[in-house]
């Protein structure tokens, strides 16, 4: 797998709003963390956790699944394990005819889910993280985690 830059860039360019499955309520959960940053960016991030349903997660109202997402999204964003990504990617395609990404995070990678939602148009991109990748495109980040000094918040 290996995602050219100009790609990763238009993925995060074009996204909006994302609906992030498997958030975490606790602050130093890699999951919050994400959908925090994410935020602060001006992404609106949905936090879709079964367990959490009904709370509110960083100003949003927590769906149990992405059924119950009342919006539109561009982009859904997977925090759970490989097999448990076949069920979210068809629920995914079922819920949002015209979604542009299923974004699966640092080590989750499901090729035959990838393969169905890339039939439907859909980009796949599996184990990266959206976060860390807007970090290292706008400078924040190199590929190693290293501080570029680089000073830019935009993409």
């Keep these: 797998m ?4 100009s790609h990763l860039r238009d993925i995060l360019e074009r996204t909006r709003t994302v609906a992030l499955v498997g ?3 606790n602050p130093v959960r890699p999951s919050y963390f994400v959908a925090r940053y994410l935020g602060l960016k ?4 949905i936090p879709v956790n079964p367990g959490l349903a009904g709370q509110e997660l960083l100003g949003e109202t927590v769906r149990a699944s992405l059924s119950d997402v009342p919006d539109d999204v561009e982009m859904v964003d997977i925090f759970r394990r490989p097999d448990a990504v076949p069920p979210i990617v068809d629920e995914a395609l079922a819920r949002w005819p015209d979604l ?6 640092i080590g989750v990678v499901h090729e035959a889910a990838a393969a169905r939602a890339e ?5 796949v991109v599996m ?3 959206p976060k860390m990748e807007y970090q290292r495109l706008c400078g924040e980040l ?11 918040s935009k993409l």
């Design 42 to 45: 001006g992404y609106r991030v």
């Design 2 to 5: 290996s995602y050219s830059d």
């Design 23 to 25: 958030v975490s309520a």
């Design 127 to 129: 184990d990266l993280c």
């Design 119 to 123: 039939a439907r148009g859909v980009d």
């Design 100 to 105: 542009q990404t299923i974004w699966m995070q």
């Design 142 to 152: 190199s590929r190693g985690g290293i501080n570029t000094g680089r000073i830019s």
